[in-house]
C-alpha cells in the first residue's frame, strides 16, 4: 500500500525531472540558434539598427487632452457621449413594446415580433448587457 504509492511519486518525481531538462535543453539551443541567426543576418557591411524606425514620442505632462482622437476615454471632436436612459423613458418603451405585441398578437407577425423580442433581449443579456424590460421592477424602480 504505502511503499507502492511512495514508488510512483518518486517514479513521477524522477519523469518530471527528466523532462524540464529536456525542455531546458531545447530552450538553451534555440536560443543559440536565434543569436547565431541574427549575427549572420546582421552583416558587416550595415549598421545593426538601420531597420528599425525610430519612435517620436509625443509627450505632455500635466496637460490632459481630452479632445485628442487618440485619447483613451474622451471622444473626438464633436463626439456626443451617449446618456443613460431613465427609468421613465424604460418604462414607456416596454409598455409601448407590450401593447405593440398585444396588438398582433393573433397574427402571424405578430408570433413572428414575439419570437424575434425574446431572442433579441436573449441575445444581450448573453453579451452580458442589461435588460430593463420586466414591468413589474421597471415600476417599483420609480
Do not use: I, N, W
Not at 507502492?4 to 535543453?25: H, P, T, V
Amino acid at each position: 500500500g504505502r511503499s507502492k504509492a511512495l514508488a510512483k511519486a518518486r517514479a513521477f518525481q524522477k519523469e518530471a525531472r527528466a523532462k524540464s531538462k529536456l525542455e531546458a535543453r531545447a530552450a538553451a539551443a534555440y536560443e543559440k540558434q536565434r543569436r547565431s541567426e541574427g549575427k549572420s543576418e546582421a552583416g558587416k557591411d550595415r549598421p545593426a539598427k538601420e531597420g528599425r524606425p525610430k519612435k517620436e514620442a509625443e509627450l505632455a505632462f500635466g496637460r490632459v487632452d481630452f479632445k485628442a482622437p487618440g485619447a483613451a476615454h474622451g471622444g473626438g471632436e464633436g463626439e456626443a457621449r451617449e446618456r443613460k436612459e431613465t427609468r421613465k423613458d424604460l418604462l414607456t418603451k416596454a409598455l409601448a413594446k407590450k401593447r405593440k405585441l398585444e396588438a398582433m398578437a393573433g397574427q402571424v407577425e405578430g408570433v413572428v415580433a414575439r419570437h424575434s423580442d425574446a431572442m433579441e433581449t436573449a441575445l444581450k443579456r448573453a453579451k452580458g448587457e442589461k435588460v430593463f424590460d420586466d414591468l413589474k421592477k421597471l415600476k417599483r424602480s420609480m
